[in-house]
């Protein structure tokens, strides 16, 4: 994936208690309406605490039963995989089942960035920070291991929805976690070559889940076109 708000005194004194249930209905009526209000904002959804938690409990759904094995958060300084840094793991158990515990600020510290927020050559258009000197840190693929064998299994593994078989096309969709210290909203579209990637981030401080739909993909599954926004509730999606 792409890192990129009384009654008169003069009236009858019958009528002037009418008036005064009338009031005192009106107000009571009125106390009700402020409390039921109350109770509705008490009871509006609130937005799903996966969207900002910084622990992923979930199930690999492909896992072979019986099987151990790791899921990491890994860095790629360089295009050597001997250099890659480990910045956060977790065992996976023989159903399949792990609790990862995303990396800390001082572990994503070294790898922090921008947005492209200029001119980028070839390119045509970029993206808009409310704080242009907020940077962040993106996790949107991790490697996947079987401990038992010993092997990687994958490097790019992914949170997806349940329908994606690992060639992108229109409407599949990825969970994508993005750290950063500061809120800010990241907006705009960076349309090159060969990609183009839209924008629309509300970010909070510390970890963020945000949802990359597919808008376009080529004959070999490759994304071309994609939307990353930031949800009020997270879609359906698996491991």
Not at 83 to 89: H, Q
Not at 130 to 140: C, E, F, G, K, Q
Not at 212 to 220: D, F, L, P, Q
Request: charged share 15%.
């Amino acid at each position: 994936m792409l890192d990129l708000s009384l009654p008169s005194p003069d009236l009858h004194p019958m009528m002037a208690r009418v008036n005064r249930l009338s009031l005192a209905v009106a107000a009571l009526s009125l106390s009700v309406l402020i409390a039921s209000c109350d109770r509705a904002s008490d009871l509006a959804p609130a937005p799903d605490p996966a969207l900002t938690a910084g622990v992923i409990t979930d199930k690999v759904v492909t896992w072979t039963p019986g099987t151990l094995g790791r899921l990491s958060v890994v860095e790629y300084p360089t295009t050597n995989v001997a250099d890659a840094k480990v910045l956060a793991s977790a065992p996976i158990d023989a159903q399949g089942n792990f609790s990862l515990t995303l990396p800390t600020a001082a572990d994503v510290a070294p790898y922090l960035n921008r947005y492209q927020t200029t001119p980028r050559e070839g390119c045509t258009g970029f993206f808009t920070q409310s704080l242009p000197n907020a940077t962040h840190y993106t996790v949107d693929e991790y490697m996947l291991e079987n401990t038992t064998t010993n092997k990687v299994l994958t490097r790019d593994f992914e949170q997806s929805n349940l329908s994606y078989n690992g060639k992108a096309v229109q409407g599949d969709y990825f969970i994508e976690r993005i750290y950063t210290a500061q809120a800010h909203t990241v907006t705009g579209t960076l349309s090159c070559p060969t990609f183009s990637t839209t924008l629309n981030l509300n970010l909070k401080v510390g970890w963020n889940a945000v949802v990359r739909t597919i808008n376009s993909a080529n004959a070999e599954g490759e994304m071309r076109n994609s939307t990353v926004t930031s949800p009020t509730t997270l879609p359906v999606s698996v491991f």
